[in-house]
């Protein structure tokens, strides 16, 4: 007589066999690539550094004679490493801007003179650098460069396009523009200019990603007859004032991970400045006295601050407002931006 619990094991065993079959083991992504840029001062000199997942590497100064130069950003696309900094020479022109392609400085600019090189971001092969060129008469107009060729957004104002960012094939860029009373915060789409701010007072725009449709750009505005700043932050042109209670406090970068909207800065609590973090538009603290750049990924938030996040240790970073430590960097090391690469 044939056993009837056979059928009874072998229905379990096929049952057991198909749910292990059906189920998926999700890939762990491997930790992403951290870079950080900043410089260091030697010798009364100063140059331009970076780090990759916090190894120290030096970039060669150019040939001008800089009083100080240091990295102002830096993008990395299909292994290059995109640097850019600023500096004020020692004589003649007061600012001046270089551009390296892995640690090799690249001409960019063929017959213009670059005042300052202020942000940078690379799509595909093609390399956006945001900033200032001077023209004949040694004045700052707001500009960018796509692979060297330059765009100029005002030939009529002195002023800078502070960051960039490109977005279904548009550029988008931010900056200002100076008139009788001082800065005006403005906006640029492929080099046409567009006012942020119906203000009178003193605005200025510092940062801007563009995601899909949107753009959002933060800044700062001065309050009439005082010395207060109040944050600013506009999501396609529309202005909003961020929670600063009360205090004076610049928005300097954002980052934009999914639906999240994430805003770095600094605000003074009893003259005493404290970094910031907004994110969809609620402030917390961070480590160190100011917020300078984030970059995001993964849900984790990258930040880097003006002074050292953490009691008696070098330069370093902050991963969810956790330091970081970067080798190799002395005590004059300063990181200022950051940007995080999928390995």
């Known amino acids: 007589m044939q056993?009837?619990?056979s059928h009874l094991c072998a229905i379990l065993i096929c049952l057991?066999?198909?749910s292990c079959s059906s189920k998926r083991v999700s890939p762990i992504e491997p930790e992403p690539d951290i870079y950080?840029?900043?410089?260091?001062g030697i010798n009364n000199n100063s140059k331009v550094i970076y780090w990759k997942n916090g190894q120290l590497f030096s970039l060669p100064n150019p040939s001008h004679e800089f009083a100080y130069i240091g990295a102002t950003g830096i993008a990395v696309s299909g292994g290059d490493v995109h640097v850019i900094g600023s500096g004020y020479l020692k004589s003649g022109i007061q600012g001046f801007g270089t551009y390296w392609k892995n640690g090799v400085i690249a001409n960019v600019l063929p017959g213009e003179i670059p005042g300052s090189f202020d942000d940078i971001t690379v799509v595909g092969d093609d390399v956006y650098i945001a900033g200032a060129v001077y023209d004949p008469f040694s004045i700052h107009l707001p500009a960018y460069w796509k692979n060297g060729i330059s765009v100029i957004?005002?030939?009529t104002a002195l002023g800078t396009m502070t960051g960039i960012s490109v977005s279904g094939g548009d550029v988008h860029t931010c900056g200002f523009t100076q008139n009788q009373v001082g800065p005006v915060a403005k906006y640029w789409r492929n080099g046409s200019e567009v006012n942020l701010s119906n203000s009178k007072n003193i605005t200025n725009a510092l940062a801007i990603a563009a995601s899909g449709n949107d753009v959002h750009i933060v800044g700062f505005e001065l309050a009439p007859g005082t010395s207060r700043f109040i944050p600013k932050y506009w999501k396609n042109g529309v202005e909003n004032n961020?929670?600063?209670g009360g205090n004076s406090a610049l928005a300097r970068d954002i980052a934009i991970d999914g639906e999240n909207v994430y805003i770095v800065g600094i605000e003074y609590v009893n003259q005493v400045g404290k970094a910031v973090i907004w994110k969809n538009g609620v402030k917390s603290n961070l480590s160190g006295g100011?917020?300078?750049s984030v970059a995001t990924r993964n849900g984790d938030v990258y930040a880097i601050t003006s002074t050292t996040p953490?009691?008696?240790c070098g330069p370093s970073y902050l991963k969810n407002n956790t330091p970081v430590p970067l080798s190799g960097g002395g005590t004059s090391s300063q990181p200022y931006s950051i940007f995080v690469a999928k390995p």
Do not use: I, M
């Open 153 to 155: 957004g005002n030939r």
């Open 290 to 292: 100011d917020a300078l």
């Open 242 to 244: 961020l929670d600063d």
């Open 36 to 40: 950080v840029t900043g410089s260091e």
């Open 3 to 5: 056993n009837p619990y």
């Open 310 to 312: 953490c009691p008696n």
């Open 16 to 18: 057991f066999l198909s």
